[in-house]
């Protein structure tokens, strides 16, 4: 195995051309990707920012940036020839690659494992006010129950001429109205916070799994099965838990008035008065079926038109100075219309689809209160209350077609669900397909790669070196292909990168120098070989700077120190300095007055007020904050001159860092060791550099 930290002769050099061939190259950046697409940019939108300005035409993602696509890196690194994708989907409009969604047995096992994300266990918060909800919507029945008997007891105390008694039932029925209305405002408020509760429970768990190692990463770039995600995440739950907290507690009473107005209902009209109403139910239930089905697969796609709109303004907005140069107003107009169109052709269908449904719902809703009043009229015109006298028989009909109004009531309220249930199915669907990738890619393991502990907590680090060898990776008979195309970049390299040895990576547009560091950082597998990371992300062992420099939202010194959650080593005048310091080495003093100090929450969004050149700088300010022992830089200076370019690298060496970096300049030769070349179609060659410049050890930040 080649070794890049062995001394060789110079002009020693080998190339593979084969099989068998060994020879060293060096790391790539994890996050070559990472930071280029996400909720962030969902959120810069929110606040009615600006994103960041991306210059590959259609590959620009729902994050605001553009990316080099795993399908067209291999073709020259550029995305041009990529479809646009919303979130992650590279569908075109009106496509479809699910079967439709529908009611089915799929729907309900999507659905209950959402329940159990929103009823984790007892107590939880979910638990606690779905019982409470029973509890006061019990307590609701009663007084209706009340409320509803009223007037016939009016009928009585009227058709008696009884002042007192009807003095007493005033009362009563005011005290009740008043309860009632409490009942129904706490029922609603109990709805509203189930909703909030269950929407921090469903995205919270969302997140986690997305978040989760590198899922974030595969969902967008390596999968295009699930298209706009970012909606998924933020809009779809949103409503999904709005219109099941509409539904919750009218489900959940269900049961216990369907059973006592049944029993009331049989004891009033017999036997006939439940049969004839739970078969209209059963009718009602059935042709409700029949409407809905094509109702939800049709939302399904509306909601994915939607994002794929959404998309296309935010794509103009990201990239509206390139655009501009192109004289792309026309173009875009028309393929923004085009999208348009799309959308409102499948409204169209859904409102057409939709009108059926309405005609059944209303239908049946007034069909059930003629029904009711044909149940009360079987037992009167039958002799069967022929001995009542008319004050009481008013009383007894008033009564009785509350009863059977009401349980009518019950089964239309159910029927009328339904049109709020095509959404939640609509919703369901979507989220639990989302949830299903998520877990399948969260338990996906890289069999070809193994790293050390992953640490950015420096207080863990404090004291012995976590990893005590001076080996960064280690590569053995590495084969790498485009996950997409299986189009072939590198055979057979076997390497060691050691510390002190620094590797540069040169090749033409498209022979796999960035998809050697995504098979580095763990994104893609190699199709053959092992790799091995033997030191840890983070200060003290490994960062990357990708060439698309990312920053998150805060103040200037969250990006200085970013990704670490605490300032680090502790915060006060001594950290200022060192970040001051580290802002000065990269050029970058005059910033401070421009964001009025280290911690002013800035209400710009730093992409729109650096330029390409200084956000390559912030980068380097952070990379000399964390001070790692290895520095990955995938064509970190591309937007700066030769000269801040060797300045830069020189402050890297002299903070005693080991430097893998992909570039084309021939004058960053004298700060690498090694150089690796790689030819495509599998060949590469590792050569000597003795260029390499001695520079003197330095002080750190």
């Known amino acids: ?43 810069r939108l929110a606040r009615g920012r600006s994103l960041p300005v991306a210059g590959r035409g259609e590959a620009a993602l729902a994050g605001g940036v553009s990316m080099v696509t795993p399908q067209s890196e291999a073709l020259g690194g550029t995305a041009a020839a990529a479809p646009a994708r919303a979130g992650g989907a590279g569908l075109m409009d009106g496509e479809e690659r699910h079967p439709p969604a529908q009611l089915d047995g799929l729907f309900w096992r999507r659905f209950l494992r959402l329940q159990a994300v929103l009823f984790p266990g007892w107590p939880s918060p979910g638990v606690l006010m779905f019982l409470t909800l029973l509890c006061v919507a019990l307590l609701e029945q009663l007084v209706i129950y009340q409320v509803g008997i009223i007037p016939s007891q009016y009928y009585e105390v009227l058709g008696n001429k009884d002042l007192s008694g009807f003095k007493t039932l005033t009362a009563v029925a005011l005290t009740l109205i008043v309860l009632n209305s409490m009942l129904k405002s706490f029922d609603q408020f109990i709805c509203n916070m ?35 995600p970012d909606q998924r995440i933020s809009q779809d739950v949103e409503r999904f838990c709005r219109q099941l907290s509409s539904m919750a507690s009218k489900l959940i009473i269900s049961p216990f008035t369907l059973a006592y107005y049944t029993y009331q209902c049989f004891h009033s009209t017999g036997w006939l008065g439940p049969v004839s109403i739970f078969g209209y139910f059963i009718i009602g239930t059935i042709v409700n079926k029949v409407l809905m089905s094509p109702i939800v697969s049709k939302l399904v796609q509306q909601e994915k038109l939607e994002g794929d709109f959404r998309f296309k303004h935010m794509q103009i907005r990201v990239n509206a100075e390139p655009a501009a140069f192109y004289r792309a ?16 052709q499948s409204q169209r269908e859904l409102i057409g689809k939709e009108l059926w449904l309405y005609i059944g719902i209303n239908t049946f809703d007034y069909l059930g209160s003629i029904l009711s009043y044909m149940v009360i009229a079987i037992p009167i015109f039958t002799g069967v209350y022929s001995e009542l006298s008319p004050t009481e028989l008013s009383a007894l009909v008033s009564k009785n077609a509350f009863v059977s109004i009401y349980l009518i009531g019950c089964f239309s309220q159910l029927i009328n669900i339904s049109s709020t249930m095509t959404d939640v199915a609509g919703y369901t669907h979507r989220i639990g397909e989302l949830q299903e990738t998520l877990l399948s890619l969260g338990r996906k393991k890289n069999a070809n790669y193994s790293e050390a502990k992953v640490s950015w907590d420096l207080d863990s680090l404090s004291g012995e070196n976590p990893v005590p060898r001076d080996t960064a990776f280690l590569l053995e008979q590495v084969t790498l292909s485009v996950p997409s195309s299986g189009k072939l970049l590198i055979k057979d390299l076997s390497l060691r990168i050691s510390q002190g040895n620094s590797v540069m990576i ?58 670490l959650k605490e300032i680090y080593p502790v915060s006060g005048p001594a950290d200022d300095e060192r970040i001051v310091r580290c802002l ?10 421009r964001a009025e100090g280290l911690d002013e929450q800035v209400d710009w969004n730093w992409y729109d007020v650096l330029s390409p050149g200084e956000m390559q700088r912030l980068s380097f300010a952070r990379l000399f904050y964390l ?60 050569t000597r550099c003795e260029k390499m410049k001695r520079l003197p050890a330095g002080e750190g930040c």
């Not at 060096?26 to 940019?41: L, T």
């Not at 026309?330 to 409102?344: A, C, N």
């Open 329 to 344: 107003g026309r173009v875009e107009h028309m393929r923004t219309d085009r999208r348009l169109q799309s959308l409102l």
């Open 506 to 563: 040169v090749g033409n547009t498209g022979t796999g120098k960035t998809s050697l560091l995504r098979v580095l950082g763990g994104l893609w597998e190699s199709t053959r070989g092992s790799i091995k990371m033997l030191t840890c992300f983070g200060p003290r062992g490994v960062v990357f700077l990708p060439q698309r420099p990312f920053f998150t939202d805060g103040s200037l010194r969250e990006q200085v120190i970013y990704p």
């Open 584 to 593: 000065e080495l990269a050029g970058l003093i005059d910033l401070l007055e």
């Open 1 to 43: 195995m080649r070794d890049a930290s062995t001394p060789r002769s110079p002009g020693d050099r080998e190339e593979a051309a084969g099989p068998g061939s060994p020879t060293a190259p060096p790391p790539f950046p994890p996050g070559a990707g990472r930071g280029r697409y996400g909720p962030r940019a969902a959120r």
């Open 194 to 228: 189930m909703y909030v509760s269950w929407r921090k429970s469903l995205t919270e768990y969302l997140h986690s799994c997305y978040f989760q190692g590198q899922v974030y990463y595969n969902l967008h770039v390596l999968r295009e099965d699930i298209d706009n």
């Open 627 to 686: 001070q790692p022992k290895y520095a990955v830089l995938d064509e970190a200076t591309g937007a700066l001159t030769e000269e801040v370019e060797h300045e830069l690298y020189r402050v890297c060496l002299q903070l005693g860092m080991t430097l893998i970096s992909v570039g084309h300049r021939a004058s960053l030769e004298k700060f690498h060791s090694w150089i690796l070349k790689l030819h495509g179609e599998g060949r590469w060659e590792l």
